[in-house]
């Protein structure tokens, strides 16, 4: 286990409300760490909609998801926020007055005063595929990632999917598995072109077969898979003798650990008071599509209000013997100076 | 004919509210009237029709609005596009009728529509 990183707010969510966040925190001195379970910054809008057009962003007529994510990361650049991507936030324990301990799945552990969730929808996790019986398997020799890769050396793999990861790993995988079957729905993959002639090439030289299909059972015993069946086009059923099946069928939003937390819930979304945002936990805060309240709108821009209260209230924990001097952007020396513009 | 026209009349126009039916996994039926110009997804929505989720919102990035169109109703609402097609690739139950209620908007010539809604939309 690495040492305790010690900060002052910890966000949990690098969406577009976590991020700008650290602009608002920054504003007041307030130091941030940014975990988030994607690998990317950007939440829903590099995940979801990188490319779809956002229209209703104050002052800004017409911004793509990944746009808004580069320009915010332009705008919180001055207050230089650690990020840590690719980590699920396990657990946070409140140690005492301003005081909360967090911790991550990759065995990370901050001591923070305040602790900021901006989860959004929840954290995104790899799609299941609803086969009966598919949990046993799951960890065992049904995996959604791929960890390391020696693990599968000498199996006989199935990937499902159609996309860059599935097309990915057959690639990488092709050359150490016993053999490999690459199920997709259609014979027309999105993934990359070229690895999708890489991967017909395979097929062509007799070095990986495509089944097209959709996998409808598996059969195995204990965890173990053994073979599992493929349903084509035509509703035949063929059977695939396999060691481990490999789904990538993208990401899906689940709320995750968030509610273990202690915190008071209200249909997955945490209920806060709309003047600081704050939820029933003092210090723990719960700012953009997280939260709850009445006349609650589930938009980014609702969202940049909520962080800018948020930063306010969270000022009084980190700096509780300071009186906070409201102080605009535009006229303020001091706030120019820390965006390094003055 | 007078039948015909007289069934028509009131509800022409950009009053027309067209009538959607959903059935739901479980064999719940629902049948309410949609927009003109609304998708099927969003009159699930208004309606709060189990069984679609929409995590996206409506922005074909997400496959979690899937419905099975029923047979006689498809040539009228036609396949996907290549883009919704795509996203069909991360859904789950996919048949050949198989659309995304978000991508289907609701016009005149669907007022009767049938579509299922799957066991799971991913989550």
């Given at each position: 286990?690495?040492?305790?990183?010690k900060?002052?707010?910890?966000?949990?969510?690098?969406?577009p409300?976590?991020?700008?966040?650290?602009?608002e925190?920054?504003?007041?001195?307030?130091k941030?760490?940014?975990?988030?379970?994607?690998?990317?910054?950007?939440?829903?809008c590099?995940?979801?909609?990188p490319?779809?057009?956002?229209?209703?962003i104050p002052g800004?007529p017409?911004?793509?998801?990944?746009?808004?994510?580069?320009?915010?990361m332009?705008?919180?650049?001055p207050?230089?926020?650690?990020?840590?991507?690719?980590?699920?936030?396990?657990?946070?324990?409140?140690?005492?007055?301003?005081?909360?301990?967090?911790?991550?799945?990759?065995?990370?552990i901050?001591?923070?005063?305040?602790?900021?969730?901006?989860?959004?929808?929840?954290?995104?996790?790899?799609?299941?595929?609803?086969?009966?019986?598919?949990?046993?398997?799951?960890?065992?020799?049904?995996?959604?990632?791929?960890?390391?890769?020696?693990n599968?050396?000498?199996?006989?793999l199935?990937?499902?999917g159609?996309?860059?990861?599935?097309?990915?790993?057959t690639?990488?995988?092709?050359?150490?598995?016993q053999?490999?079957t690459?199920?997709?729905?259609?014979?027309?993959?999105?993934g990359?072109?070229?690895?999708?002639?890489?991967m017909?090439a395979?097929v062509a030289?007799?070095?990986?077969?495509?089944?097209?299909?959709?996998?409808?059972?598996?059969?195995?015993?204990a965890g173990?898979?053994?073979?599992?069946s493929?349903?084509?086009?035509?509703?035949?059923?063929?059977?695939?003798?396999?060691?481990?099946?490999?789904?990538?069928?993208?990401?899906?939003?689940?709320?995750?650990?968030?509610?273990?937390?202690?915190?008071?819930?209200?249909?997955?979304?945490?209920?806060?008071?709309?003047?600081?945002?704050?939820?029933?936990?003092?210090?723990?805060?719960?700012?953009?599509?997280?939260?709850?309240?009445?006349?609650?709108?589930?938009?980014?821009?609702?969202?940049?209000?909520?962080?800018?209260?948020?930063?306010?209230?969270?000022?009084?924990?980190?700096?509780?013997?300071?009186?906070?001097?409201?102080?605009y952007?535009?006229?303020?020396?001091?706030?120019?100076k820390?965006?390094?513009?003055? | 004919?007078?039948?015909?026209?007289?069934?028509?009349?009131?509800?022409?126009?950009?009053?027309?509210?067209?009538?959607?039916?959903?059935?739901?996994h479980?064999?719940?039926?629902?049948?309410?009237?949609?927009?003109l110009?609304?998708?099927?997804?969003?009159?699930?929505?208004?309606?709060?029709?189990?069984?679609?989720?929409?995590?996206?919102g409506?922005?074909?990035?997400?496959a979690?609005?899937?419905?099975?169109?029923?047979?006689?109703?498809?040539?009228?609402?036609?396949?996907?596009?290549?883009e919704?097609?795509?996203?069909?690739?991360?859904?789950?139950?996919?048949?050949?009728?198989?659309?995304l209620?978000?991508?289907?908007?609701?016009?005149?010539?669907?007022?009767?529509?049938?579509?299922r809604?799957?066991?799971?939309?991913?989550r």
């Amino acid at each position: 286990m690495s040492d305790t990183i010690k900060t002052d707010v910890v966000i949990i969510g690098a969406g577009p409300v976590g991020l700008f966040a650290v602009f608002e925190l920054g504003l007041l001195d307030i130091k941030a760490h940014l975990i988030d379970i994607l690998d990317k910054v950007g939440g829903q809008c590099a995940e979801l909609y990188p490319e779809k057009p956002i229209y209703d962003i104050p002052g800004i007529p017409y911004i793509t998801g990944h746009g808004l994510t580069e320009a915010l990361m332009e705008q919180i650049k001055p207050f230089k926020p650690s990020f840590h991507l690719g980590e699920m936030v396990t657990k946070v324990e409140k140690l005492g007055e301003a005081q909360f301990r967090v911790a991550t799945d990759r065995d990370k552990i901050f001591e923070c005063k305040c602790v900021a969730i901006a989860a959004g929808g929840g954290s995104f996790q790899p799609k299941r595929p609803p086969i009966q019986g598919i949990e046993p398997y799951e960890e065992k020799s049904v995996f959604y990632a791929v960890r390391k890769m020696e693990n599968f050396r000498g199996k006989r793999l199935v990937i499902v999917g159609g996309g860059d990861s599935a097309l990915d790993w057959t690639l990488n995988l092709q050359p150490l598995a016993q053999r490999l079957t690459l199920v997709h729905r259609r014979d027309e993959f999105r993934g990359a072109p070229d690895s999708v002639n890489k991967m017909r090439a395979l097929v062509a030289a007799g070095d990986m077969d495509l089944k097209i299909g959709q996998v409808t059972a598996l059969e195995g015993d204990a965890g173990q898979l053994t073979a599992a069946s493929i349903k084509g086009k035509d509703n035949t059923v063929e059977r695939v003798e396999c060691d481990a099946m490999l789904p990538f069928f993208g990401l899906t939003m689940k709320l995750g650990p968030v509610a273990e937390w202690g915190i008071k819930m209200d249909d997955e979304l945490i209920p806060v008071d709309t003047g600081t945002f704050e939820t029933n936990i003092p210090g723990l805060f719960a700012i953009g599509d997280i939260n709850t309240y009445p006349g609650k709108l589930k938009l980014i821009l609702s969202g940049f209000h909520e962080a800018a209260l948020m930063s306010q209230k969270a000022y009084h924990y980190v700096y509780p013997e300071k009186k906070l001097v409201f102080q605009y952007t535009t006229s303020s020396t001091s706030l120019q100076k820390k965006l390094g513009v003055a | 004919m007078s039948e015909v026209l007289d069934r028509a009349t009131p509800r022409a126009g950009k009053d027309m509210m067209p009538k959607i039916t959903y059935i739901e996994h479980d064999g719940t039926v629902h049948t309410v009237e949609a927009e003109l110009g609304s998708t099927v997804m969003e009159t699930a929505l208004k309606n709060d029709i189990g069984g679609i989720v929409a995590e996206c919102g409506g922005g074909c990035t997400c496959a979690t609005c899937l419905v099975h169109v029923d047979q006689k109703w498809f040539p009228v609402v036609g396949p996907p596009s290549e883009e919704e097609n795509q996203m069909l690739d991360t859904a789950f139950e996919v048949t050949e009728t198989s659309r995304l209620s978000c991508q289907i908007k609701v016009t005149e010539a669907l007022d009767g529509l049938v579509v299922r809604t799957p066991s799971y939309q991913g989550r």
